[in-house]
């Protein structure tokens, strides 16, 4: 039996397994895509200590700092009997006297026509790291959060044309990343817009928006967010806001014993370094749960 079992292996995940490390307990980290979504971040620029790196970089440098294997297993199921938890796997079962949850989120879909039809023929769901994919090329991209921002900034620089297509009137992200988007001549924003539906042959061709107009793009990037990965907490009967766990200051959620940490949790701000802040605290008061009743 573990003494610590942490689900999930994003910022959140490595740096509560990195904690459970200092503290001596006996741990483990299952999580089948080490890193999470920072591995699709193209540049980073507002995690301490690096004043610009990629996703992919940085996660090497999380997974170097753990320096313990993480188990590639997909948790299907999490229960509690008396003071134990049962955590079963596609592969295997385990059993924790405490348990962090930090799975982050999932892709958000669009919902609009075609989108699965040309799903990877021209939609994504993140803006590409090779950017010679769209050099030339006259692009769209959905949504308003600092994601879109930066995605809109960065392929400009290699794309003929960038759409930014917002549903609202003003963009919720950062100001500064505004106001680069303002300074890009290549970016058109487009306010208030929403695409409808996916037109082409083979690959995508045109977008239709809620304006009716139909604008020529080779790709279309969704850039909106995700939904908390909380699957597993139903059968829990955790404390829920609008389908993210709710956790305390010490990151407890409504079951004893049971912890969150990172995006799934009801912090508003969902950023790299809010989740690894979480997941310290997560563990740190996982290690005084297990102290004082075991």
Do not use: W
């Not at 006259?138 to 921002?149: F, K, Q, T």
């Not at 037109?199 to 107009?213: A, F, M, R, S, Y």
């Amino acid at each position: 039996m573990y003494q610590l079992i942490i689900i999930g292996a994003g910022p959140a995940g490595i740096t509560a397994g990195i904690y459970a490390k200092r503290y001596g307990i006996k741990y483990l980290v299952i999580g089948q895509n080490t890193g999470g979504a920072i591995n699709e971040a193209h540049i980073i620029d507002n995690y301490p200590g690096f004043k610009s790196i990629t996703g992919p970089e940085l996660t090497k440098k999380f997974e170097k700092h753990l320096d313990t294997p993480i188990k590639k297993e997909q948790v299907e199921k999490i229960t509690k009997k008396k003071d134990v938890f049962k955590i079963i796997t596609d592969k295997d079962k385990y059993q924790a006297k405490a348990v962090i949850l930090s799975l982050g989120m999932k892709i958000r879909k669009l919902g609009i026509k075609n989108e699965e039809k040309f799903l990877e023929k021209g939609i994504s769901y993140y803006t590409p790291h090779d950017l010679e994919s769209v050099k030339d090329k006259i692009i769209a991209i959905v949504g308003g959060g600092d994601s879109a921002l930066t995605a809109a900034i960065k392929t400009s620089d290699q794309a003929k044309g960038v759409y930014l297509i917002h549903r609202r009137d003003e963009f919720r992200g950062a100001p500064a990343l505004v106001k680069k988007v303002k300074q890009k001549t290549n970016i058109k924003i487009v306010y208030s817009g929403q695409v409808l539906e996916a037109k082409g042959k083979t690959k995508l061709e045109k977008i239709v928006l809620n304006t009716d107009q139909e604008l020529k793009v080779s790709n279309l990037f969704l850039e909106i967010g995700g939904v908390p990965n909380v699957q597993l907490c139903s059968d829990l009967k955790l404390s829920m806001d609008n389908n993210f766990v709710i956790t305390d200051k010490k990151q407890a959620t409504s079951l004893a014993g049971f912890f969150a940490a990172g995006d799934i949790t009801n912090n508003p701000l969902k950023q790299i370094v809010t989740a690894a802040a979480e997941g310290a605290i997560a563990t740190t008061s996982a290690y005084v749960y297990i102290k004082q009743n075991f």
